[in-house]
């Protein structure tokens, strides 16, 4: 039997094989046949990739060649969504170290998860030093807190 998160895959023969959920911040790799959890490698990164790919504090990046890195931010800090500064249904907050081209991830902080999960916030651009937000639903009330890493 299978248990909640566990994949089904099927062999070359087509009989179902259960791959039970991973206990860990694995990715699902396959080689040779077989598919299992692993973490990922720079040497999982083909030739011709490029991009980032997050996990565990670090991004993985690519630049086309094959070869990858993983990489801490430079950068980890806060920002504040004011209640009082949507305009539209958005609003551009300061932060120092955002380029127009790095890698920016942000998150809610705890305490403004339900409000800004509810409102359908989302960081809509960047660009030198700052950060647009746009809100697809109601505007809130409250002031949020979001953390921002930048690479």
């Known amino acids: ?3 909640p998160g566990d994949l089904i895959i099927g062999g070359t023969s087509g009989t179902p094989t259960r791959l039970a959920n991973s206990a860990s911040t694995s990715f699902l790799k396959g080689a040779a046949g077989s598919t299992y959890w692993g973490d990922v490698q720079g040497t999982d990164v083909k030739s011709g990739t490029s991009g980032s790919y997050a996990t565990s ?7 086309g060649s094959g070869a990858a890195t993983w ?14 500064n949507w305009f539209s249904g958005s609003q551009t907050i300061t932060v120092n170290g955002v380029t127009s081209s790095n890698l920016v991830m942000v998150s809610p902080a705890p305490a ?3 409000a800004y999960g509810n409102a359908r916030i989302y960081c ?3 660009s030198t030093n700052s950060l647009t937000f746009t809100c697809l639903g109601t505007t809130p ?6 953390n921002i890493a930048i690479w």
């Open 1 to 3: 039997m299978s248990q």
């Open 57 to 63: 504090g670090k991004v993985l990046t690519a630049d």
């Open 71 to 84: 990489k801490t931010p430079t950068t980890t800090t806060s920002g504040t969504l004011a209640s009082a």
């Open 112 to 114: 403004s998860v339900e």
């Open 124 to 126: 809509s651009a960047q």
């Open 141 to 146: 009330s409250t002031n949020l807190t979001v």
